[in-house]
C-alpha cells in the first residue's frame, strides 16, 4: 500500500512539473502582421470549369489568445484587406475592333476561429481553421476598347437596373502557419457557401509573409 501511495504521489508529482513547464512555453497572446498574394476564383453555375480567376494582394493581423495554460489552443480573430482583379483581352483578329473587360473588387474580412500551435526554439507552426465573413466595398467591371475608349462601366455592388452584387459573404477557412523566429510563412483555402451574385461562388488561396511577435 505505501508502494503504491509512493507511485500515486511521484505521477501526480510528475504530471504537476510537466504542467509547469508547458505554462512556461506557452505564449498567453501572440499578434501575426502579414501580406498576402490572394488567387481569387469565382465558379459561374455548376460547372467548376466555367469560372474567373482573380489575382490579387492583401495585408492584415491576427490575434491569437490562449485557451489554457498546459495546451496550445488559441482563439484567433484577425481583420484583412484584399484587393484583385482580372482583365480579360478578346480574341479579335484586327486591333481596331479588339476590346477588353476588367474585372476588380476590393474588401474586407474577419477570420474567426481555433488554431494549435507547436513551438521549440525559433521553429513552431500553427494549424488553424474556422469561419470567415468578408465584406465587400467595391468593385468595377469595365470595357473598353484598344484605344482606351471606355464603352461600359459599373460597380456591380450599386447596380439599379440588375440584382447587385451581395456585399456580405460567409464561408469556412483552414490552412497553415510556420514560424521562424519573428517570421512567418502561411497557407490558407477559403470556400464561401453563400453566393457573391445568382448562380457566382467563391473561393480563394491566400499565401501570406509577415512577422510574428
Request: charged share 20%; aromatic share 16%.
Amino acid at each position: 500500500m505505501k508502494a503504491i501511495n509512493t507511485l500515486f504521489i511521484a505521477a501526480a508529482a510528475t504530471m504537476l512539473f510537466s504542467a509547469n513547464v508547458d505554462a512556461q512555453n506557452i505564449k498567453r497572446s501572440l499578434t501575426d502582421i502579414h501580406a498576402s498574394y490572394n488567387y481569387f476564383n469565382l465558379t459561374i453555375g455548376d460547372d467548376e470549369n466555367n469560372n474567373l480567376e482573380m489575382h490579387g494582394a492583401g495585408a492584415g493581423f491576427t490575434e491569437s489568445v490562449s485557451l489554457s495554460r498546459v495546451t496550445p489552443v488559441y482563439f484567433d480573430l484577425g481583420a484583412d484587406f484584399q484587393y484583385v482583379f482580372h482583365q480579360k483581352k478578346t480574341n479579335a483578329v484586327e486591333l481596331t475592333t479588339s476590346t477588353k473587360r476588367y474585372y476588380s473588387m476590393y474588401s474586407v474580412k474577419v477570420p474567426v476561429g481555433l488554431s494549435y500551435r507547436y513551438a521549440e526554439d525559433d521553429f513552431g507552426f500553427s494549424l488553424f481553421g474556422g469561419g470567415v465573413g468578408m465584406y465587400h466595398i467595391g468593385g468595377e467591371i469595365k470595357e473598353s476598347k484598344y484605344d482606351g475608349t471606355v464603352l461600359y462601366k459599373e460597380d456591380p455592388f450599386k447596380r439599379t437596373t440588375d440584382a447587385a452584387w451581395n456585399r456580405y459573404q460567409f464561408g469556412v477557412q483552414g490552412g497553415v502557419r510556420i514560424y521562424f523566429g519573428g517570421f512567418l510563412i502561411s497557407a490558407a483555402y477559403e470556400y464561401y457557401p453563400t453566393e457573391l451574385a445568382t448562380g457566382l461562388k467563391q473561393s480563394q488561396v491566400v499565401l501570406g509573409v509577415g512577422f510574428s511577435f
